[in-house]
């Protein structure tokens, strides 16, 4: 069953009915009795004031709280009390709603026609632009009251110490200018009444978004290292203004962030447009680890030309999040040869003295490309198909293939993709592969020479092997059918006369 929304008559009187001042009066006297009873206990189980969501910190040396769920962050105690040991000590202060608004200049944000409700013509700010503390309109109050038992209805850890008593809102009463709207912590109800009246008040601050977040390079590490990420700097969506909010990390290897470079490594944290963040994170024994750093802040809208929103004012949350991926480089690996004489025995890959990851290899038959071979050129130990990443963008690869026999004098590599005077996947011979003895060294350049994707990416991609070139054999040539004929005559010929010869 929704709160109860209680509201005064609309009227120019400056005063509660004598009706309405007993019942506040009462409501008051009956929260001062039993709140000592019942401040220290957890009253939120469930939903969005769990203590959970939460974080804990101080702000400009002043003990506050990120409420999660709204991306606002708050006093954890009313003005006028200090914080010490976990308690709110002092006494809260009370004022009317004018003096707090103008006075204390805590009106979240002037408005056209404000002077109806006795705000000077004169007076502006713009705190949901400046992120400064202010008065939480009526809408934020009743939202850190949700899912509480009453008396107090807030988190009493979050907010120890709160009186069941009524707090002002920074919102004006849209239907009445004598009015401006409070919310009572007995019940947690939220009421228009009149703006002389002296209550207390809770601030907030936040009210723009933090500026999208961008996932920054993987990073290659050794096994089990921990890896740091370069720093990077919060900004508000609006350029002049500051936001507020909260950071959250999670995920697996121990994740952490440092603000400003200095103070501990936190996984969560009060924070604000402008701060430094430092990642890091334990990498994996192998492949890869990402983590996710999540920033949550509030968008507020004000009050509207003549308060006609007054009371209705809401915050919705804004989130952006990174991911902060480690990579263990992998620089070697063996494959089975998949053809030849040498057929399953070790083919061993290495990529030398780079940075460059040796993502995936496999062995395949030539056959299995597209393309024929050229003729003559045959691959006897079948092909190799190579997949680099994480290297410099336009930086060279080395990588070193060792077979278990030397390869004959006369072997080539060659290569299958485009080309950049051929964009079509075809063979060719690869001048950049050093052949000596059973190895072959080739250097890969990303986006030119031996890489098949021909983009500046940080990617190359290798499909090629060891090629032999059978030599042609040149035919003996054949005489016609008529010259066989004739040399056989003229070999009969000889053969008689020498026959004459011998019988003279």
């Not at 983590?291 to 804004?318: I, K, M, P």
Request: aromatic share 8%.
């Amino acid at each position: 069953m929704p709160t109860p929304e209680y509201r005064t008559p609309s009227t120019k009187s400056r005063f509660f009915s004598h009706r309405d001042l007993s019942l506040v009066r009462w409501l008051t006297l009956l929260g001062a009795c039993t709140a000592p009873l019942l401040a220290q206990a957890q009253n939120c189980p469930t939903g969005d004031n769990t203590d959970d969501q939460y974080i804990l910190g101080e702000v400009d040396g002043t003990a506050s709280a990120m409420h999660w769920p709204t991306g606002l962050v708050w006093k954890r105690c009313i003005e006028g009390q200090t914080f010490e040991n976990g308690q709110c000590t002092g006494t809260a202060q009370a004022k009317d709603w004018n003096t707090w608004a103008e006075t204390n200049r805590l009106l979240p944000k002037s408005f056209t026609n404000q002077t109806n409700w006795e705000i000077g013509a004169g007076f502006s700010q713009n705190l949901l632009e400046s992120g400064g503390w202010r008065m939480a309109y009526k809408g934020e109050l009743r939202k850190i009251t949700e899912n509480c038992g009453d008396d107090p209805k807030v988190n009493r850890t979050v907010f120890p110490n709160t009186q069941s008593s009524s707090v002002w809102s920074g919102s004006p009463d849209a239907g009445a200018s004598d009015n401006a709207s409070g919310v009572h912590f007995r019940y947690g109800y939220g009421y228009n009444t009149d703006r002389y009246n002296g209550y207390h008040a809770r601030l907030v601050r936040g009210g723009q978004s933090f500026a999208v977040l961008t996932s920054p390079s993987v990073q290659t590490v050794s096994a089990g290292n921990s890896v740091s990420f370069p720093a990077f700097t919060l900004a508000p969506s609006v350029p002049a203004g500051q936001a507020w909010g909260g950071a959250r990390i999670s995920g697996d290897g121990n994740p952490e962030f440092q603000i400003n470079g200095t103070g501990g490594w936190v996984q969560q944290a009060i924070v604000k447009s402008g701060d430094q963040i430092a990642v890091r994170l334990n990498a994996p024994d192998s492949g890869s680890r990402s983590v996710t750093f999540t920033l949550r802040s509030g968008q507020t809208n004000g009050t509207s030309d003549d308060a006609s929103n007054g009371g209705s004012e809401a915050t919705a949350l804004q989130e952006t999040s990174a991911s902060f991926t480690a990579l263990v480089r992998r620089t070697d690996l063996s494959l089975q040869l998949p053809a030849g004489p040498h057929s399953g025995e070790a083919l061993d890959l290495t990529v030398a003295g780079s940075e460059w990851h040796l993502d995936s290899a496999q062995s395949l038959k030539a056959a299995s490309l597209a393309t024929a071979l050229p003729p003559r050129v045959t691959l006897p130990h079948g092909a190799v198909s190579l997949r680099l990443t994480n290297g410099t963008p336009g930086s060279n690869a080395t990588v070193v293939l060792t077979y278990p026999e030397d390869l004959p004098a006369g072997t080539r590599y060659y290569k299958y993709g485009p080309t950049a005077d051929n964009p079509d996947d075809h063979w060719y011979a690869y001048p950049g592969a050093v052949i000596s003895g059973n190895t072959i060294t080739l250097t890969l350049t990303d986006g030119d020479a031996g890489d098949s994707d021909l983009s500046v990416n940080g990617i190359i991609a290798d499909p090629g092997g060891p090629a032999w070139i059978t030599q042609d054999v040149a035919p003996i040539p054949t005489l016609p059918q008529w010259a066989m004929m004739l040399l056989a005559a003229i070999m009969g010929m000889l053969a008689l006369n020498r026959m004459q010869v011998r019988s003279t």
